[in-house]
Nanobody, 120 residues
């Protein structure tokens, strides 16, 4: 069973930054589009950003503050989050599928998520 591994979540003050990482011990991430999703307390999971196999980028949330990137040599995808706001709080997941989508349907592989809490 392939599972992605997220890291980098933390408690941070408003205005702070975090860099989330998505690693994949069992698969080559360059063969997949990788999406980041977030799930706020009591809400459904929603798309944040996705990077395609060829590096094309799609933003679904906070496009002016969040940046997605991939490092094929390290088999990793990162989500740089700047100027964090309390409403960014939630559990952040990465997922893999053939092509990007802002909806969590049909993503083939998922991680367990990493918690981001933005609070003073």
């Amino acid at each position: 069973q392939v599972q992605l591994v997220e890291s980098g979540g933390a408690l941070v003050q408003p205005g702070g930054s975090l860099r989330l990482s998505c690693a994949a011990p069992g698969i080559a991430l360059y063969n997949y589009a990788i999406g980041w999703f977030r799930q706020a307390p009591g809400k459904e999971r929603e798309g944040v950003s996705c990077i395609g196999k060829s590096g094309e980028i799609y933003h679904y949330y906070a496009k002016d503050r969040f940046t997605i990137s991939r490092d094929n040599a390290k088999n990793m995808v990162a989500l740089q989050m700047n100027d964090l706001k309390p409403e960014d709080t939630g559990r952040y997941f990465c997922a893999a599928r053939v092509r990007c989508s802002g909806y969590d349907l049909f993503y083939e592989y998922w991680g367990q998520g990493t918690q981001v809490t933005v609070s003073s």
